[in-house]
């Protein structure tokens, strides 16, 4: 076997910047350990070393900006990879991966915020790019019928909400729905539900409005009569369930003979309600609460219910007057049905 000594300073080359081997054919390498060397390699050039961690020598690779790169000899466990310097993008491509977990005697996988963060997520799950024709962005499966696919709990609140193994839902604290909610199995609610667009009981929809009139308006409804709520739709008529009116008084009250409110369908002449007194109410020096009943409608033609909407104007002999500061409100609130006709 030939060997090739360095100096005896124990450096050496072979080659040159100028001349250097294309090809090297060697059975094996031996590179003793040495410490991290000083500076950088040279440009366009590289530096390849074992170095000296005080256990298993590792081989290092540095680049001409004096990037080191351990070259590591057998895959890295999970729990030994370092912690990332810098954000960064796993791209997995077309190959799809799955991580496993035995582990019995606690939680398998955490993920945990830690810092004083605002409006953002701890988790994000998003479909970003491409044109899906179907699918799904976030899959639960339990595959285990003593194992419920998801349990939610909040700030005080645990097991807020739950997706049990039988498939049945439960929360344990109030259900606020700003669109609409569609119920198609059986349901038992416990808490509040708030349901600011109404609910849909079978093929009735059950909705709340509730509408302020400023003292000008009050002042001015028997030329002026306000629609307390939309119009349900072609096909379609709202039936009156109750309502309430409140007098949110200011610095002076309300004046009336005999003026009275009612609550009618539009422009029809069908009336939803009886009249409404106002003496005792509207002219009070204090906040005032009145509750509304509908009256029986004996018959009418459909065509006075048909997608008309409901209205509050002033039957009696005159505008109602007074509050000269104007600071008054009227508040009405109704509960109605939305039903179909049928017709």
Do not use: H
Request: aromatic share 6%; charged share 15%.
């Amino acid at each position: 076997m030939q060997q090739i000594y360095p100096y005896k300073t124990l450096s050496g080359f072979l080659g040159k910047a100028s001349r250097v081997w294309k090809k090297l054919f060697v059975e094996m390498i031996e590179i003793p350990e040495m410490s991290a060397p000083s500076g950088n390699p040279p440009t366009n050039s590289v530096w390849l070393y074992a170095k000296d961690t005080g256990a298993v020598p590792g081989l290092y690779f540095e680049d001409d900006a004096g990037s080191v790169t351990q070259i590591a000899t057998t895959p890295t466990a999970l729990d030994d990879i370092g912690d990332p310097d810098a954000d960064g993008t796993i791209a997995c491509t077309t190959m799809a991966q799955t991580i496993t977990s035995t582990k019995t005697d606690g939680d398998m996988f955490n993920i945990q915020g830690l810092g004083n963060f605002g409006d953002v997520s701890v988790l994000r799950v998003e479909q970003k790019t491409g044109n899906p024709t179907d699918g799904t962005v976030l899959e639960v499966v339990s595959a285990d019928a003593n194992c419920d696919p998801l349990l939610v709990s909040a700030n005080g609140k645990a097991n807020a909400f739950k997706v049990g193994q039988d498939g049945n839902c439960s929360m344990s604290d109030n259900l606020t729905v700003s669109g609409t909610l569609a119920v198609t199995g059986a349901q038992t609610l416990t808490g509040l539900t708030t349901c600011t667009a109404g609910a849909v009981l079978g093929t009735d929809k059950i909705i709340t409005e509730t509408l302020d009139l400023t003292s000008a308006q009050v002042k001015a409804l028997q030329a002026t009569p306000l629609a307390i709520t939309a119009a349900p739709g072609a096909g379609k008529f709202i039936q009156l369930l109750g309502a309430t009116l409140a007098l949110d008084y200011g610095s002076n009250a309300f004046t009336e003979s005999s003026d009275n409110l009612v609550i009618e369908y539009e422009t029809s002449g069908v009336d939803a309600t009886g009249a409404i007194e106002m003496t005792g109410f509207i002219d009070q020096t204090a906040d005032t609460i009145m509750t509304v009943i509908p009256t029986a409608i004996a018959g009418a033609a459909a065509t006075s219910f048909n997608n008309k909407k409901l209205m509050l104007t002033n039957t009696g002999d005159g505008e109602i007057g007074g509050n000269a500061a104007n600071d008054s409100v009227l508040r009405v609130s109704v509960t109605y049905a939305v039903r179909a006709l049928g017709l």
